[in-house]
């Protein structure tokens, strides 16, 4: 499987945007999907992830309400809808795959598969 995120960019502080993470092969529907994020300095944090079939998604605290994940397996993409964006969201946001990715995404994310090349959100204030 290869991940081609896009749809980053600046936005101030309380806007939106949508990121989309494009995957080829015919196996997409086959993997639970989600989203990461790495600010300078720190280490790489697991946002938000939906399972292969989209009955359920998870996210981390600091993003709930805030943040959507969704997916549509016909077109093969997940989507992050991001809304009320903070500064201390601001960050390369990674998409990932792996068919455990929900077991795997708190503790041992660096275990997953597949992870798309990243994109930079900034957010100012």
């Known amino acids: 499987v290869q991940l081609q995120a896009y749809g980053g960019g600046l936005v101030q502080a309380g806007g939106s945007l949508r990121l989309s993470c494009a995957a080829s092969?015919?196996?997409?529907?086959?993997?639970?999907m989600g989203w990461f994020r790495q600010a300078p300095g720190k280490e790489r944090e697991f946002v938000t992830a939906i399972t292969w079939n989209g009955d359920s998604t998870y996210s981390a605290d600091s993003v709930k309400g805030r943040f959507t994940i969704s997916r549509d397996n016909a077109k093969n993409t997940v989507y992050l809808q991001m809304n009320s964006l903070k500064p201390e969201d601001t960050a390369v946001y990674y998409c990932?795959?792996?068919?455990?990715?929900?077991?795997?995404?708190?503790?041992?994310?660096?275990?997953?598969?597949?992870w798309g090349q990243g994109t930079q959100v900034t957010v100012s204030s």
């Open positions: 990932a795959a792996d068919r455990r990715l929900i077991t795997k995404a708190t503790m041992t994310w660096h275990t997953i598969d597949y």
């Open positions: 092969g015919r196996t997409f529907s086959t993997y639970d």
